[in-house]
């Protein structure tokens, strides 16, 4: 089995199904709640494992017993975490997530603002040499080590790019692979269209370039081509960790040498059926589900 290592925040989700998202301050009934294990990072490293790679992470919690259930729902789900970090006296990343009945999600997280920055570094004895790393935003320091290992290596260095990279110096110049969310791309390059955006992104960027936008696809660069992917169509019941869900999936693709266009495609399958069922981190799917459905759906394309 190929090794993904993922680097960044995991969190302690409690989600609440509501027909709508609040508009105004006042009392409102959810039709249905559950607590699972979250965090940009952590979610890619479960859907590595339960696709059938070997997962491990890299990441700080506190002290606390958000700590303890954030540690124990990754170990649960097969993920090595005996590089967790635990910063004293500090508190975990907890989230409260309101789904609404379009199966879009609003997300309000607290954890301690210092959390990372007391956290110990990896060594390149702890990170070891995984067949990929995989990166988030939130954890900067961490993020850079981990990708100048990979470099080292000579294995790529992926990096999630949801958060304004000028508000964490450092990482994307580490990254051999970058996978931007529309929104940031835009607002990073000036240049709206996705085309055009990654162009921009190409040029500052020694790295290969991808962007993802929900419904509408992926595009990536490729030998100066710009190539792009549907997405699968489903109806969505939750999106919470879909993201995640697709950078862990194209993670162990690339880690298992596929085609570019196979991980792209593997990827939005994973994070479809991901969406398909309500509950974050319990939408993702097994290795066996994924290939099931994306042998049914390419054949109809």
């Known amino acids: 089995m190929k090794t993904v290592l993922c680097v960044g925040i995991a969190t302690l989700d409690r989600i609440l199904a509501v027909d709508r998202h609040p508009t105004a301050p006042g009392k409102y009934r959810a039709a249905d709640r559950t607590v699972a294990g979250g965090g940009v990072a952590a979610n890619a490293a479960v859907t590595v494992a339960r696709l059938g790679g070997t997962a491990r992470f890299l990441g700080v919690v506190g002290d606390d017993t958000a700590g303890l259930e954030i540690t124990e729902s990754l170990a649960v789900e097969g993920v090595d975490v005996s590089m967790i970090e635990v910063a004293p006296g500090r508190l975990s990343p907890e989230s409260v997530v309101l789904v609404d009945s379009t199966g879009e999600r609003l997300i309000v997280n607290h954890s301690s ?83 055009g955006a990654l162009a921009v992104a190409a040029g500052r960027l020694d790295a290969w370039v991808a962007v993802t936008s929900g419904g509408e696809g992926a595009w990536w660069l490729e030998e100066d081509r710009i190539e792009h992917v549907d997405a699968f169509e489903v109806d969505a019941v939750d999106t919470l960790g879909a993201g995640d869900v697709f950078h862990g999936a194209f993670a162990l693709g690339s880690a298992e040498s596929m085609s570019t266009r196979h991980a792209i495609e593997f990827a939005s399958a994973a994070a479809a059926l991901k969406c398909t069922r309500f509950g974050g981190r319990g939408g993702i799917p097994t290795r066996d589900e994924l290939e099931r459905f994306l042998a049914e759906r390419l054949e109809n394309r």
């Open 113 to 195: 603002p210092d959390l990372f920055d007391v956290a110990a570094l990896p060594d390149s004895s702890t990170i070891g040499r995984p067949d990929v790393v995989l990166a988030d935003m939130r954890w900067r320091r961490g993020a850079i080590t981990a990708l100048a290992s990979a470099r080292a290596l000579g294995v790529p260095g992926i990096v999630d790019c949801d958060h304004d990279p000028d508000s964490a110096p450092g990482i994307l110049e580490e990254a051999t692979h970058v996978i931007f969310g529309r929104s940031t791309l835009a607002a990073w390059t000036g240049v709206d269209h996705p085309e």
